[in-house]
């Protein structure tokens, strides 16, 4: 039987358009299958044992709510799972992933977890975490609330996960991003602002992103963080082009990426389509391994992890030329074109539907390859532009809740694409109707105008279309 939920469009919190946004807030090395429904939430929980603070030690109960999209597809997203983590003293950058069933299992068989990875708690999921399915609250479509009972006295914080992994506390002003306090040289809020200062400083947008980064850190460290992001990115996709298996979740998803990836490797070098079959073999491969929990980098999200990858491997392996430094620029430019959608929109499936995942993810690494292909500031503008626009309404449906149907096939979509995009963009000359900046709030108001079951709630589209296997 199909949940009823409100239809009417959820309020949202409004976006911070002076807020300086870092490379670090756009790729995070963490876990699958989700970065809002499982690493948010695991950051969320890890957050407020953190704030106990000396009161861990009296803590004797643990009890967490889920609400909205959090609780309609919690279950296949792996939310449970990242809330036991969680509380347990793990976060996504740290858990190992294959650790991290036999850790919840143990927490399940004996009714017990190590709050903060040093307390012993009771802690019964289905007396201790609810599902609350009918419930939304007015702040974002992805909430939960935390109660801890410390000292015979309990403390209640509400969390809202709200895209790519970030998490604001009720009563927070913004995200968890680093130093918001800081003035960047380079401050931009739109499009526009990139092309002015571009064109006033003679500067590449890859460049600026970078002149803003020296704020939070030496450039060194952030050359190092950009590189590891690259590591750990061809390295989902190496192991996804290896592990072979079904996928967890009950739909008896058959991983394709390895037989994919054989098959190529066995097919004559003169088919000119051949390139593309790579790119689809590099997006899978991820996505496959973020829909097994496996490590990832959120890319800007969990559910389109695999198309910034699959379209740097792309350049790597088949662009004369390829070198770290382009690589370095590639997410630099696309890290500031997905700063963008998160001031002025969101990159939430929960509020935008799938075209603020895939489609931003498409946006991003079209501008990004623009870059290194040699594009001007006009033309990766350009291109981004063209990777969103034809993304524009995509909806957010996952049959069973799961990151898998629709969600693997479409990160290879997103990168055939983004590369498509690109080229349009490279050639003309940077001159065109709709702008960037138009397409993004185009974006935001087919979001807020979007029915709440096609976003990420598996209450329309495929998810009831489809009959589950």
């Known amino acids: 039987m199909q949940t009823e939920i409100d239809d009417a469009p959820l309020r949202r919190a ?8 870092s490379v670090v807030d756009l790729f995070t090395i963490g876990i699958g299958p989700s970065s809002s429904h499982t690493v948010g939430p695991m950051r969320a929980v890890y957050r407020f044992v953190e704030r106990l603070g000396p ?11 889920l609400f909205g999209s959090l609780a309609l597809t919690g279950k296949g997203h792996a939310t449970d799972t990242a809330v ?15 650790q991290a069933p036999m850790i919840v299992e143990r927490i399940r068989n004996s009714g017990t977890l190590l709050l903060g ?18 419930e939304f609250l007015p702040r974002h479509a992805n909430a939960m609330r935390i109660s801890a009972l410390t000292a015979g006295q309990w403390h209640t914080e509400t969390y809202y996960s709200v895209g790519g992994g970030a998490v604001i506390r009720d009563g927070e002003e913004a995200a968890e991003q680093p130093s918001h306090n800081l003035n960047v040289p380079y401050p931009f809020a739109s499009a526009a602002d990139l092309l002015a200062i571009g064109r006033a400083q003679g500067l590449f947008i890859g460049d600026i992103m970078l002149a803003n980064e020296r704020i939070w850190r030496d450039e ?7 590189d590891d992001v690259r590591e750990a990115m061809l390295a989902s996709i190496e192991r996804g082009c290896l ?11 058959r991983r394709r990426a390895p037989a994919l990836h054989q098959a190529l490797l066995g097919e004559a070098s003169d088919d000119p389509m051949r390139g593309m079959d790579w790119v689809s073999v590099f997006a899978i491969a991820v996505n496959e391994e973020n829909a097994a929990g496996k490590r990832i980098v959120t890319a800007p999200t969990n559910g389109a992890a695999g198309v910034i990858p699959a379209v740097l491997k792309y350049y790597e392996t088949f662009v004369p030329g390829a070198s770290r430094a382009g690589a370095r620029n590639f997410l630099l430019t696309a890290a500031a074109i997905g700063a963008l959608y998160k001031k002025r929109a969101s990159i939430s499936a929960a509020e935008m539907g799938c075209q603020g995942e895939i489609g931003v993810a498409c946006s991003m690494a079209a501008g990004a390859f623009a870059a290194v292909l040699g594009g001007s500031n006009a033309q990766i503008e350009n291109a981004a532009e063209i990777g969103m626009e034809h993304n524009l309404g995509l909806t957010c449906d996952p049959i069973k809740g799961l990151v898998q149907i629709p969600c693997i096939e479409r990160n290879s979509m997103g990168a055939v694409k983004a590369i498509n995009a690109a080229r349009m963009a490279l050639k003309g000359d940077g001159e065109h109707i709709v702008s960037l900046d138009a397409v993004i ?6 979001g807020e105008d979007m029915r709440n079951k096609y976003k990420e709630t598996s209450l329309g589209g495929l998810a009831v279309n489809v009959i589950e296997c």
């Open 14 to 21: 409004s976006p911070k358009l002076d807020v300086p946004i």
């Open 55 to 65: 009161g861990i030690e009296t803590t004797t109960r643990i009890m967490v709510e």
């Open 84 to 98: 036991l983590l969680g509380l347990s003293g793990w976060k996504p950058e740290t858990i190992d992933p294959d």
């Open 117 to 134: 990875g040093t307390v012993p708690i009771r802690f019964h999921e289905a007396d201790d975490l609810t599902f609350r399915q009918r």
């Open 220 to 226: 060194d460290e952030t050359f190092t963080f950009l």
């Open 243 to 253: 592990t072979t298996g079904i996928l967890p979740g009950g739909l008896n998803v």
């Open 441 to 446: 709030e185009t974006m935001r108001q087919t």
